[in-house]
């Protein structure tokens, strides 16, 4: 299943419109050329119709939104929906601002999507309408552990359930589910949270990966998170003395660009919850 | 020829105002410098004037343009044009939406320009005022192939001698012409589209052996392109086990710090078709 | 006392707003993340005060500055000020325009600073008002040589008591000084120089060190100083043939990243004047 997901987004090299924030895009950029895909950026109101028109997908990231951006997610958003491209949000700080909460709210009333990605602090901000954030981080107060693990767990599935889409919660363990089915994702290092935009990143791997295989979106939702965590852990092994977490960027985006079906068969460790 | 160019560059480190995505702009800038040239980013209406004032050169790319920015890459244009300043214009996506073609021929109708660099769907769109562009790649269809190559010569040729600037076409092999003379370049490997923004690290760098070579202006483009075609192959070369394109990345703009005149000139593929 | 303030950083994980520059703000992010602290970057209106009031500082960087950050910028550091928030400004190119230095001067004189941080041309630029800047490097004729040392350190230690604020001019040698004690930094290697934004990496750290060392602003402010110059040594003792500037930006946050109390506290070269 995850061999022919990944292998998918090789063979199909799918367009990928990305309406990002400006801190990580570069590697976003990196990362989609990485797994075989094609990005495309752009973000202003008297194009972003005719861009998404040309794409498999469309990425929306609110990291440093601006008044003019939100207007061309919606727009975009919207575009994408009647050609019936995958769309997928990255609520980065939504409970940091009202505005942040705000746009990721309209955006899921506008636009329907297929996956919403982001942190718990994120993800617990956009199902109760709010939540306290500590910035781009997951609060401390947020973070599951074992003994709110399993309400945490049906706290997401009905949250994927109303919003009728897929649901990617990121942290130290990873959590896909549909509302229906979970998978429990545990690749990935603890150092991951060292770099800037490794979020961002698998947010659009996901669109990626969702375009190639637009009729398994939840396999290839898990694919995208497990590869994302696998490239970090292949990248970790790989770190030299006097490496930082600099060097270990590139080198993550590497492990991606090096990733073929055998290796993220064999490294992804999930269970279904 | 080309040895001197780089020299010249290194040299007399000209200044270079880039108006240009922020997709790929950190590695313009690094890339600029790698070179021995000195970058400059600045897009705001009220001070594009100014900065342009005070660079030999100006570098116009419209990856991410907006509303804004289109502004001030006219009004810059317009200012190096009184200065005698070197302009050249990456029209980066011309053909993806009417936003970026229109753009790209108002820049070209209402700014002299010394290059237009692109990849032969956007130059195609530019010379024909239409074309079907995927994104901010190459159209396979547009592909210069061995039997389209005589005839693809002759219509950049003859788009050359119409903008009376030099038209460089970046692909498999490049071809550099200001409508009369055409070099035709090798240099190069085909991993370099699994990074993003070589084609914007070009451009700046042409700029800059435009402003460091302002009596040679064919040849300071020519040298620049070998140059970057060089540095990919390079790089390529000193890839190790486990590197991929994010590593590469870096590697080719390291190939550009190490490159003197006489590794430029050893290394340059080029012929005159 | 250097190592204390290093050792806090990582301890507390200060979080700091950024408005800064779009061409080094993904090297900005992972150097604070690199050091121990918490990168916010957010620049519109309507959320800069909410995102400011939940960081320990702010950091305000003028290098691609528009009208719209400009206002940002202002509501921002007025909030900082209101909340006891430690505040830097990066005045980058003051001097290259005149939308550069009138919007350093109106920061300067609405928003209480701690830290002002620049080249000497920024910096003489900000003093006097007026200045010949050469892009974003300090000029030439600024070079703070033998025989003008004297009277450059008065003269920055005159505009720091005029300011009441800290001021740091960084170059071959860096001058910290609070007005009336004067810290003279030698670390740090020419070839830093030749990558973008060490500068703009440093002001971001100087806020991350103020946050997490409140009541010893300018031991925090060396402290910070001299452990980038110290990552610019230690990679540049890393690098390997081949290397060049852009695998040297790398392994600068490498340093960063590696670096401890003791380290800092062996490898710091300064004096007091």
Redesign the interface.
């Known amino acids: 299943m995850l061999k022919d997901c990944i292998e998918n987004v090789r063979k199909k090299a799918p367009?990928v419109h990305n309406i990002t924030?400006?801190?990580?895009?570069?590697?976003v950029?990196?990362n989609l050329?990485?797994c075989g895909a094609?990005?495309?950026?752009?973000?202003?109101?008297?194009?972003v119709e005719?861009?998404t028109s040309?794409?498999g997908g469309l990425n929306i990231n609110i990291?440093?939104?601006?008044?003019?951006t939100v207007s061309s997610m919606l727009l975009a958003g919207k575009k994408a929906n009647e050609l019936g491209h995958k769309v997928l949000l990255d609520p980065v700080?939504a409970g940091?601002?009202?505005?942040?909460t705000k746009t990721s709210l309209q955006i899921m009333s506008d636009v329907k999507l297929n996956v919403i990605r982001g942190n718990i602090s994120e993800i617990k901000t956009l199902a109760l309408g709010s939540a306290k954030t500590?910035?781009?981080?997951a609060n401390d107060l947020d973070t599951i552990t074992q003994s709110t693990f399993e309400s945490s767990i049906s706290f997401i599935k009905d949250f994927a359930k109303k919003m009728t889409c897929i649901v990617v919660v990121t942290g130290a363990i990873d959590i896909v589910t549909d509302g229906d089915k979970c998978y429990i994702i545990k690749n990935g290092v603890p150092e991951m949270t060292?770099?800037?935009?490794t979020g961002c990143q698998l947010s659009a791997m996901i669109v990626a990966f969702l375009v190639a295989n637009p009729k398994n979106e939840l396999e290839a939702t898990v694919s995208a998170v497990c590869a994302m965590g696998l490239a970090g852990e292949i990248a970790w092994k790989?770190m030299q003395n006097?490496?930082?977490?600099?060097?270990y960027?590139?080198?993550?985006?590497?492990?991606?660009?090096?990733m073929d079906g055998k290796i993220l068969e064999d490294g992804a460790r999930y269970e279904i919850a």
């Open positions: 367009l924030n400006y801190v990580t895009v570069n590697d950029a990196n050329l990485a094609s990005p495309i950026m752009a973000d202003d109101l008297s194009e005719e861009i040309i794409c990291g440093t939104l601006s008044k003019n700080g940091a601002s009202e505005m942040r500590q910035g781009v981080d060292k770099i800037t935009g790989n006097g490496d930082g977490n600099s060097t960027r590139n080198r993550i985006i590497d492990a991606i660009y090096n």
